[in-house]
């Protein structure tokens, strides 16, 4: 509860909560990116700021309540620590309502992973790996990593395979 609470009064302090009773919080209108876009949200979402939907640049997703972890990966060596937004702090920003998620990536690689992921200590959007922004070519500027060192339902092929790198796009659908 005390999570919940926090992560409320900074979407509030960001704009994007109209108000700080957890139960109740709505979504309100996002605002408009300053730089280039790097995220994508659409379909079952209360808040937008574009045609497309809610359109986040990097500074946007960095103003969202913030995790790390330190976890291996099957694509990395040894430990790394992710930094980012919770999942499901970036879908309670958004107004998120549906079951499922459909991410997609740069080069049209999509992925389906649904909504229950989307947990405490659960899956990051991450855009930083040991400190340093994720380029493209070392699969960013955004990669979905689950902690898979917190729990061995984690390191499944089911669990890599929602591991999508190169995020560009996030659609909310039943």
């Known amino acids: 509860m005390i999570r919940l609470l926090i992560a409320t009064m900074a979407l509030l302090a960001a704009g994007f909560l109209t108000t700080i009773n957890p139960a109740t919080a709505v979504a309100s209108e996002l605002p408009q990116p300053k730089n280039k876009v790097v995220l994508v949200v659409t379909g079952q979402i209360a808040s937008s700021n574009s045609q497309e ?5 990097l500074d946007m997703l960095r103003a969202l309540p913030q995790s790390s972890f330190v976890t291996k990966t099957i694509w990395t060596e040894g430990e790394n620590t992710f930094t980012g937004v919770p999942l499901r702090a970036l879908l309670d920003a958004v107004g998120a309502t ?4 459909r991410a997609v990536a740069l ?3 999509a992925v389906d992973i649904p909504v229950a992921d989307a947990v405490a200590d659960g899956p990051l959007v991450a855009y930083s790996i040991d400190g340093r922004e994720l380029p493209v070519r070392n699969r960013g500027p955004l990669w979905i990593v689950y902690p898979y060192d917190a729990k061995a339902d984690y390191r499944s092929e089911v669990i890599y395979s929602r591991s999508i790198w190169q995020l560009k796009r996030i659609d909310v659908t039943d």
């Open 53 to 57: 939907g809610a359109a986040f640049d």
């Open 98 to 101: 549906g079951k499922n998620l």
């Open 107 to 109: 080069n049209d690689y």
